[in-house]
T-cell receptor
Framework: NAGVTQTPKFRILKIGQSMTLQCTQDMNHNYMYWYRQDPGMGLKLIYYSVGAGITDKGEVPNGYNVSRSTTEDFPLRLELAAPSQTSVYFC???????????????FGEGSRLTVL | GQSLEQPSEVTAVEGAIVQINCTYQTSGFYGLSWYQQHDGGAPTFLSYNALDGLEETGRFSSFLSRSDSYGYLLLQELQMKDSASYFCAVIGSYNTDKLIFGTGTRLQVFP
């Protein structure tokens, strides 16, 4: 199994440009997440989805958009990139959340984005 | 809202035992998880406490006390490869479905 796959791994953007970070998982997980991690900091939740067609905002959603048309894919769209969006972006998925399940998140390898 | 606080850095020597604390403020949650992240890598799952008490997984143990709003990760027989950042995370609250991470603790293990 490939697990969670993110593309691209690295990208440099100019201020004002737009781009989409792709994320796909082959584990048939319902839950998918996008986090950003600034250098030396923790992970901040941008958006998450509990299933196809359902998305919701996390802690830091401004400047981003998501969609979830299929169970497998959860792309993150950056509109009008700003230097403050320079970060490492992690996509993650899980089978379920809460209850007796561990809620283990499986992470992709990350996408390193620089906005100049 | 939810917030989880951790010490920013901990240092120890090989073979020692180290405890990384996590204090939280949240209205309710399913459980407390711990993740490890090496420099340049992705977080990987270590352990999960749904109930109060100690959970042991090899050299690592994790503890949760809901009444004290407190948990910790205990690493025994430290090895150089344990040098990494460690994050506690709260699995949602009773009416949301999201994992919120703590501030993270950087562990440095010295020979």
């Amino acid at each position: 199994n490939a697990g969670v796959t993110q593309t691209p791994k690295f990208r440099i953007l100019k201020i004002g440009q737009s781009m989409t970070l792709q994320c796909t998982q082959d584990m048939n997980h319902n839950y998918m997440y996008w986090y950003r991690q600034d250098p030396g900091m923790g992970l901040k939740l941008i958006y998450y989805s509990v299933g196809a067609g359902i998305t919701d905002k996390g802690e830091v959603p401004n400047g981003y958009n998501v969609s979830r048309s299929t169970t497998e894919d959860f792309p993150l769209r950056l509109e009008l990139a700003a230097p403050s969006q320079t970060s490492v972006y992690f996509c993650a998925s899980s089978y379920s959340i809460g209850g007796t399940d561990t809620g283990e998140l499986f992470f992709g390898e990350g996408s390193r984005l620089t906005v100049l | 809202g939810q917030s989880l606080e951790q010490p920013s850095e901990v240092t120890a020597v090989e073979g020692a035992i180290v405890q990384i604390n996590c204090t939280y403020q949240t209205s309710g949650f399913y459980g407390l998880s711990w993740y490890q992240q090496h420099d340049g890598g992705a977080p990987t799952f270590l352990s999960y406490n749904a109930l109060d008490g100690l959970e042991e997984t090899g050299r690592f143990s994790s503890f949760l006390s809901r009444s004290d709003s407190y948990g910790y990760l205990l690493l025994q027989e430290l090895q150089m490869k344990d040098s990494a950042s460690y994050f506690c995370a709260v699995i949602g609250s009773y009416n949301t479905d999201k994992l919120i991470f703590g501030t993270g603790t950087r562990l440095q293990v010295f020979p």
